[in-house]
């Protein structure tokens, strides 16, 4: 699956028992999300901007993609960064909405 195959995909809810992804799951999707790393069970990712007023536009836009898709990553915000951590709390691990969200928070800063 490719990242523009993610972008196009929405967040749904998962079944009680849903397992974390894994392995080659896990692995082929992390080869889809160019920049972004896996750190103490977190999807994360730091962008970097030219001042405050682009950090801020940048987190809203991401608070804008969490509300549409009903899936909040945690963000860590500094004058000219932000830091988008990604995890599902309900399974305690990473799922595709995970990933889906990636790769719409990617999709922002795209040229």
Known sequence: MCDNELVMKACRPLPAGTPP????????????????????????????????????AFVNAVAWISHREDHHPELVVGYSSCTVRYATHSIGGLSENDFICAAKVDHLVEN
């Open 21 to 56: 992804l894994s392995g080659h799951d896990l692995e082929h999707l992390l080869g889809h999300a160019e920049g972004w790393a896996i750190s103490a069970g977190w999807l994360a990712k730091t962008f970097q901007f030219e001042n405050h007023y682009q950090t801020m």
